[in-house]
Every structure is written in C-alpha cells, then in structure tokens.
C-alpha cells in the first residue's frame, strides 16, 4: 500500500491533521494551494465561501506535485457550507490517476460529510473505495485503522 496525503487548510487545523498522518505513514503532505488567498477576516471568509459554493466558481489552484505510485489517497479537508471547498473541488477535477481508496477526512465532524461523500463519487473513479472519517490532529486512529487493519 503507498498512500498519499493531500490537505486544503486555510486556518491550520487540516494541515496539522494532514502532517500528522503524513508522518505515521512516511510520506508528506502535499497542499492544496489556490492561486489567490483566501480571506484571512472569518466573515469575508465564510461569504467568499458560500459563493463559490452556491455558484459553483472555478478555484484556480497551483499544480501539485503527487506520488504516481500511490494507490491510497487521504484527503484532508475542512468543509463548508456542507461540501468540499471548491478549491479541494478543483483539486479532484484535476486528478488524472486513480486511486484504489480515498480517506476523506476532516479535522471536525460537521454537517456535510455525506454531500462531500457525493462530490468525491463524482470526480472518482467508479471502482475507488471511499471513506469518511472525522478526525484531529491529537486522534486521528480512525484514519489509520481504516488502513493498518
């Protein structure tokens, strides 16, 4: 099993998640970086947010540089307005390697994981195993359970 880790973080709190199970696996965690920043003010934010969302905008995302190998990928990402960030959105669109299992996972268990189950079905290939787990950067067992098993 080679598995990758992928994290979209604009607050901090996913990519410490990400880094962590990046490091009980051996590998790094790649970002998912959009060409312009997000908001760092939460309501200005939380706006920027519900519009992509509701309008399906395009989030233009800097290239990422993944392990060809890998046949796992864990996907760390917050949710909002119960689905993907549309940059995380971008991100799956662009996939052009397929992946045995997708972890999605996110570092709060929030409304949404069912509608982020939908949106990662749509980009993923049929045959892709997906899961989705809550964690934290202190617990994240359920992620690693999943595959230690």
């Not at 312009?36 to 399906?56: G, V």
């Not at 990402?77 to 689905?83: C, E, G, T």
Request: charged share 15%; aromatic share 10%; net charge positive.
């Amino acid at each position: 099993m080679n598995t990758q880790v992928v994290y979209f973080s604009n607050s901090g709190h996913n990519k410490r998640l990400a880094e962590n199970i990046a490091r009980h696996y051996g590998t790094s965690a790649v970002p998912i970086i959009p060409v312009e920043d997000y908001p760092m003010n939460y309501s200005e934010l939380t706006a920027q947010a519900k519009h992509e969302r509701f309008h399906h905008v395009e989030v233009p995302i800097q290239p990422l540089s993944l392990d060809p190998k890998a046949d796992v990928l864990i996907l760390v990402s917050p949710i909002w307005y119960a689905d993907l960030p549309r940059s995380v959105v971008s991100f799956l669109k662009q996939l052009k390697h397929a992946y045995a299992r997708v972890i999605f996972t996110s570092d709060k268990f929030m409304v949404g994981f069912g509608t982020c189950g939908q949106t990662l079905r749509r980009y993923l290939s049929s045959p892709t195993v997906i899961n989705k787990v809550a964690a934290n950067s202190m617990n994240f067992s359920r992620v690693t359970a999943i595959l230690d098993n």
